[in-house]
């Protein structure tokens, strides 16, 4: 008992909380992981901690600013709709500062916008809402645009910085249009060929927004399955090709592209294709247009199919299955490096909790983790509470299950 109430004056006052045992001594040089909430497992006799009773995540990453402040959109809040949760940095505890107006709307995008706050955006049925901005400053939300009129969904949000961000707007099945909003106004970059019939595009996946006038995007060309490449686009020239699939090698992506991409500062992309093992191949467009492996191939496992994503820095998080256990890593140069995974123990406000789930069901990360320009790591998974000293310690003898944790890996060099 003693045990349990010091863990919860540990984290009550947000002190970092080393993860036990979780990846040996490079990991544990390099990062340690700190809870900021648990959401309480359903019929548990053990309540929710920082975060309000009746909360269960959306399938979203948790999204994680430079300064350390966390937003994770909820399917479900305390009064049965959506809504959006925040814990700030230096928050005692999390707070939800937005819920939908009913039940038929939903969260369906939340990014960062900047280090001041996060755009979101809420769909009702086929009808966008419009996109929304939370500030951690003023503890605010306001409505940026429901505009352009007959929207059904803002995909793809990216900030630009100072109020400019980027969206994939979608008006039906394959109507759709890349643009950039900006001082009250829309911005278009390109236009699929249903909407703009000189286009060479049917269909727009993954979009990076670099600047104002410049994108890169990853484009079907026909409805016929693995029709797609990567192009570059900007304002007033034709499109840039940077990958095409192809099945022959030859310089080219050997697969059929995955929908995902995601750039960062220095001008590089990451990419993935579908691999051989029914994972994801995950790859890195450089500058100089080299491509480089994300996932080395001595691991032992695949890179599941959720996306992965880049900071300025190039350090890459995804997740992968090892040896049937799930798991997030971290590339780093040539490291490859498991922040978490299932069985793993950490630290959570009732004690040392394991990842995993009753029985020893390998745990569920709810999406892709995150990843911030500190090299700082979020995400959420499934705990249990450890095997007592009288059952064996293995997969098969966890204990009862205790909901669901929002964790940060903080990077210490």
Known sequence: ????????????????????????????????????????????????????????PSFHPVVLNDAGDI?????????????????????????VVFEVDDTDQLITEVVNDGKEGVLFTVMDEAAALGVYRYSYANDQVTLVTAQPLGVRAFRSLESLGNGAFGSKLSFGASDQQLGVYQSGSWHWLAATMSVDRLS???????????????????????????????????????????????????????GALAPWIHGNAR?????????????????????????????????????????AAINDDGLVVLRAVARGLRGVYLSEDDAFIKIIGSGDTVMSDLGPAVVGRPMGASANFNHSPSINGQGDIAFTCDLVLPASPLQSVGL??????????????????
């Open 71 to 95: 937003a994770q959109p909820m399917l479900t809040g305390p009064h049965g709709k959506a809504a959006l949760w925040v814990r700030g940095h230096d928050w005692l505890s999390g707070r």
């Open 267 to 307: 001008g590089e992309l990451l990419f993935a294709y579908y691999g051989a093992q029914g994972g994801l191949a995950w790859r890195l467009l450089t500058v100089h247009n080299q491509i480089t492996p994300i996932v080395p191939s001595a691991f032992d496992g695949v890179a599941e199919l959720f996306p």
């Open 1 to 56: 008992m003693l045990y349990g109430a010091l863990a919860q004056v540990l984290l009550r006052c947000f002190t970092v909380v080393v993860a036990l045992g979780v990846a040996g001594d490079l990991f544990a040089a390099r990062y340690q992981i700190k809870l900021a909430a648990r959401m309480a497992a359903i019929g548990s006799r053990h309540g929710s901690f920082a975060i309000e009773e009746g909360l269960y």
């Open 396 to 413: 098969a003898d966890f204990g009862e299950g205790i909901g669901i944790g929002i964790f940060v890996a903080h990077r210490l060099d």
């Open 200 to 254: 060479p595009f049917y269909f727009f996946y993954g979009v990076h927004f670099v600047e104002k006038d410049q994108a890169i995007v990853h484009a079907m060309h026909s409805p016929r399955s693995g029709d797609s490449a990567i192009y570059r686009l900007r304002s007033g020239a034709p499109p840039e090709s940077l990958l095409q699939q192809s099945f022959s090698g030859g310089g080219a992506v050997n």
